[in-house]
């Protein structure tokens, strides 16, 4: 028991499952190790609002952040939703290097038309942030100077099945840094999808992973190949490309 509570880099993890006095204790623990943030909300979003609270005071420490957001399609929480992003406005994030958003949005109207200003971490100072990655809701372009990885996921039906791919491919046009590529589908797509040119020249290395249902196949594989043959990498010497079945 000693042991572990001298060791400052055991106690660096923080989730807003956690009790508050717990909360506490881990960040009088790690002392000034670097923190991994984690905050959970479904349709509630007291407990993330509670546990932002606590570890605020040391958003220097933060050096990961991850928010996972659900929304049943009965109860819009977006007011509760817009309290805790409000919270995490022009944070200052001297050590993040890795940022993670997911939702879980089965709504038929997308968040960011609900809550257009749902990515607070546009607002963010994160000089050192290295990686993000996105679940069901595309990026707003923002300054981020050493971003090199970009994970996209696309796993709701009804958040993409009318999404304009626009704004996720004006992201990656506005990141010329991006070296690292990776793109999960799981979820429907329409036959037919209108996306843009893109030509990238700096991305090396591009994952693409497929999930799909029998049922799916034909329009999703038609959507899927609109998104990548549109895609010009002329620096790309990596790929990677997994299919599972279901």
């Known amino acids: 028991r000693s042991v572990m509570l001298s060791l400052p880099k055991v106690w660096c993890a923080i989730s807003?499952?956690?009790?508050l006095e717990w909360v506490d204790t881990?960040?009088?623990?790690?002392?000034?190790?670097?923190?991994?943030?984690?905050?959970?909300?479904v349709n509630e979003f007291g407990e993330a609002i509670h546990s932002l609270a606590h570890t605020l005071p040391?958003?220097?420490r933060w050096r990961s952040f991850?928010?996972?957001?659900?929304?049943?399609?009965?109860?819009?929480?977006?007011?509760?939703?817009?309290?805790?992003?409000?919270?995490?406005?022009?944070?200052?994030?001297?050590?993040?290097?890795?940022?993670?958003?997911h939702f879980d949005d089965n709504h038929p109207m997308p968040i960011e038309a609900r809550l257009p200003d749902v990515h607070s971490f546009t607002t963010w100072d994160v000089p050192n942030l290295r990686s993000l990655t996105m679940t069901n809701?595309?990026?707003?372009?923002?300054?981020?100077?050493n971003l090199t990885k970009f994970t996209m996921r696309f796993e709701c039906l009804t958040t993409f099945a009318q999404r304009n791919l626009r704004p996720f491919f004006a992201f990656l046009a506005g990141n010329h840094q991006l070296k690292e590529l990776a793109l999960h589908f799981s979820c429907y797509f329409p036959a037919i999808l209108q996306t843009p040119r893109l030509i990238h020249s700096s991305i090396e290395s591009l994952s693409n992973e497929v999930e799909y249902a029998?049922?799916?196949?034909?329009p999703q594989r038609a959507a899927i190949r609109a998104i990548l043959t549109n895609m010009s990498l002329p620096r790309l010497t990596n790929l990677d490309?997994?299919?599972?079945f279901r």
């Open 241 to 244: 490309v997994n299919a599972s």
């Open 16 to 19: 807003s499952d956690m009790d």
């Open 66 to 101: 991850s928010l996972h957001a659900a929304f049943r399609p009965d109860l819009d929480a977006v007011s509760q939703f817009a309290e805790f992003r409000k919270r995490c406005l022009n944070l200052k994030l001297p050590r993040l290097v890795h940022a993670e958003f």
């Open 58 to 60: 040391h958003t220097d």
């Open 214 to 218: 029998e049922f799916e196949w034909i």
């Open 137 to 145: 809701s595309f990026p707003t372009l923002f300054h981020c100077p």
């Open 26 to 41: 881990v960040l009088e623990r790690s002392r000034s190790s670097g923190m991994q943030v984690q905050f959970k909300g």
